[in-house]
C-alpha cells in the first residue's frame, strides 16, 4: 500500500499567499525527491534531498527533509499563477534505490 | 535533443484487444520505468527495468507485460485491455544521480 502520505491533498490560494505540502513516511527514506506536474503535463523534477534536517531553496521554494528522514515539506512563498500544478513528493523505501514511492500529491490551485 | 518520447499520445481501444505503448529515450540511462497516473491514486509503478533484459515487477503489475531488448525501449503490452486500466500512463528514465525523467504520457481509453 501506499505509504507516502502527503497533505493536504488541495489547496487553493490567492496569488501571493505562501503555500505548505507536507510529505510523511512510515518509514526511513534514503532521500526524497520533489517532483511538479503542470495540468496536463507530466512530473518534472525539483529536487532531491538526501541529509537529515537538510534545508534546500530554489527561489520562492524551500525544501526541507526531517532529521528522522521520515518527513518533509515544500514551501513556496508569495505564490504566482505560474507555480498551479500538482506538487508531489517520492521517496525510496526499503532500502530500494530503484522503485520510487510517490506521495498522492497536492494539487495547488492559485487565485490572481 | 528528443529526451524521452512515448507512443501514442491518445490510444482509445476495446475490451478484450492487446495494445502496446512505446517508450524511447535518448539518454542510454539504464533504469526505465512504467507508471499509471488515476485521480485518487497519484503515480504507480507497473515495471522497472535495470537494464536491457532486466525487468521486475512494480506495484500494479497484473495484466500488463513489457520488455526491454535494446536499453533505448521499453515497451509496455497490456495484453487483453479491460476499463480499468483505462488510465495515463507515464514512461521514466533514470540517470546515476536518481532523479526520473518522465515522458509526456499516454491517455489511454478503453472503452
Known amino acids: 500500500g501506499q505509504q507516502v502520505m502527503q497533505i493536504p491533498q488541495y489547496q487553493h490560494v490567492q496569488e501571493g499567499e505562501d503555500f505548505t505540502t507536507y510529505c510523511n513516511s512510515s518509514t526511513t527514506l534514503s532521500n526524497i525527491q520533489w517532483y511538479k506536474q503542470r495540468p496536463g503535463g507530466h512530473p518534472v523534477f525539483l529536487i532531491q534531498l538526501v541529509k537529515s534536517g537538510e534545508v534546500k531553496k530554489q527561489k520562492r521554494l524551500t525544501f526541507q527533509f526531517g532529521e528522522a528522514k521520515k518527513n518533509s515539506s515544500l514551501h513556496i512563498t508569495a505564490t504566482q499563477t505560474t507555480d498551479v500544478g500538482t506538487y508531489f513528493c517520492?521517496?525510496?523505501?526499503?532500502?530500494?534505490?530503484?522503485?520510487?514511492?510517490f506521495g498522492k500529491g497536492t494539487l495547488l490551485t492559485v487565485n490572481p | 535533443d528528443a529526451g524521452i518520447t512515448q507512443s501514442p499520445r491518445y490510444k482509445i481501444t476495446e475490451t478484450g484487444r492487446q495494445v502496446t505503448l512505446m517508450c524511447h529515450q535518448t539518454?542510454?540511462?539504464?533504469?526505465m520505468f512504467w507508471y499509471r497516473q488515476d485521480l485518487g491514486h497519484g503515480l504507480r509503478l507497473i515495471y522497472y527495468?535495470?537494464?536491457?533484459?532486466?525487468?521486475d515487477k512494480g506495484e500494479v503489475p497484473d495484466g500488463y507485460v513489457v520488455s526491454r531488448s535494446k536499453t533505448e525501449n521499453f515497451p509496455l503490452t497490456l495484453e487483453s485491455a479491460t476499463r480499468s486500466q483505462t488510465s495515463v500512463y507515464f514512461c521514466?528514465?533514470?540517470?546515476?544521480?536518481?532523479?526520473?525523467?518522465f515522458g509526456p504520457g499516454t491517455r489511454l481509453t478503453v472503452t
Open positions: 539518454w542510454s540511462h539504464s533504469y
Open positions: 521514466a528514465s533514470r540517470d546515476l544521480s536518481y532523479e526520473q525523467y
Open positions: 517520492a521517496g525510496y523505501i526499503g532500502g530500494s534505490n530503484y522503485k520510487l514511492t
Open positions: 527495468s535495470a537494464a536491457a533484459d532486466i525487468t
